[in-house]
């Protein structure tokens, strides 16, 4: 069986594109991008959450996949490579980007807690992991990639990877399942508030 999405965000060749441009290479790939659609159409009128904006791949694929009602925040560091995704999604009302730190962006958030958070950078996965899992809604879903092998790791980054699979599986208030699928992917669900 083929695992290639038969259906793309129209928006994605632009950002390709742009990425390219930027010399960009971390965007999301794209079976885990089809895996961000389907979840965020399982969250009707969905509150989403991705850290790391990038180009917008990641981005694209979500709004691909979310309802009229649901809303999105986009958190990324490099202003210059978000506003390829700032000016490509600008008439969408679902969408609120934020350019700054993703690790004083949880820390300082005191809003409502999310149905989907998609850690696609370094706060959120290696740092301020804490903060982003209290932030998930019981019954919603941590998503994070990259998580297999790369030639451009550096040389400690499997131990933290390692390390970061071991305490995930291990928490009681979330359920969680470790895919060998796309760049390496884990989903985790919230269970209960501890």
Not at 59 to 87: C, F, H, N, P
């Amino acid at each position: 069986m083929d695992d290639i999405p038969s259906r793309f965000p129209v928006s994605l060749p632009t950002l390709r594109a742009a990425a390219r441009k930027a010399d960009f290479t971390r965007s999301s790939e794209e079976r885990t991008g089809s895996l961000l659609a389907v979840l965020a159409t399982a969250c009707p009128a969905g509150r989403i959450l991705e850290l790391g904006t990038g180009v917008g791949e990641g981005t694209a694929w979500l709004l691909s996949g979310m309802d009229s009602a649901s809303r999105l925040v986009t958190i990324e560091r490099d202003e210059v490579v978000q506003k390829v995704a700032r000016e490509q999604f600008v008439s969408d009302p679902r969408v609120t980007f934020v350019a700054g730190d993703a690790g004083a962006w949880l820390q300082d958030y005191d809003g409502e807690p999310f149905d989907l958070v998609f850690a696609d950078t370094w706060p959120g996965k290696f740092a301020h992991l804490e903060r982003a899992l209290a932030l998930v809604a019981v019954g919603g879903t941590y998503v994070i990639d990259d998580l297999d092998p790369r030639p451009d790791w550096p040389e400690d980054h499997a131990g933290a990877v390692e390390r970061l699979l071991a305490e995930l599986e291990g928490r009681e208030d979330f359920r969680s399942v470790r895919m060998a699928w796309a760049s390496g992917l884990l989903l985790a669900v919230r269970s209960a508030r501890p």
